[in-house]
């Protein structure tokens, strides 16, 4: 059974740090591309980074250069997305998708995570 499962979400004051993960069951996440999307609450849902399946990364949003960065862990089957110096309006629900094709430039991602709420708030 192919599941994706986010988690590392919480409450952080403006500055602050946190690292979402996400792990990969029933299969492996190196022949995929690793997408991670964030929706506020109101707002459409929008990409922010991705590996793709030969390590390239992608910035979907420009706001994070800088602040987040995408890594795997081939060995945990993980990808963790790290968010640094973060803002108020950081804050979303973070979801992490895997595009079959490898490639961060297609955006066919077609399986989801559940999604990891990240709050960031004085």
């Known amino acids: 059974q192919v599941q994706l499962v986010e988690s590392g979400g919480g409450l952080v004051q403006p500055g602050g740090s946190l690292r979402l993960s996400c792990a990969a069951s029933?299969?492996?996440?190196?022949?995929?591309?690793v997408g991670w999307f964030r929706q506020a609450p109101g707002k459409e849902r929008e990409g922010v980074l991705c590996?793709?399946?030969?390590?390239?990364?992608?910035y979907y949003a420009d706001s994070v250069k800088g602040r987040f960065t995408i890594t795997r862990d081939h060995g945990k089957n993980t990808v963790y997305l790290q968010l640094n110096s973060l803002k108020v309006e950081d804050s979303a629900v973070y979801y992490c998708?895997?595009?079959?094709?490898?490639?961060?430039?297609?955006?066919?991602?077609?399986?989801w995570g559940q999604g990891t709420q990240v709050t960031v708030s004085s």
């Open positions: 998708a895997i595009d079959p094709t490898g490639s961060c430039l297609r955006k066919e991602y077609d399986d």
């Open positions: 590996v793709s399946s030969s390590n390239g990364i992608t």
């Open positions: 029933g299969f492996s996440l190196d022949y995929y591309a």
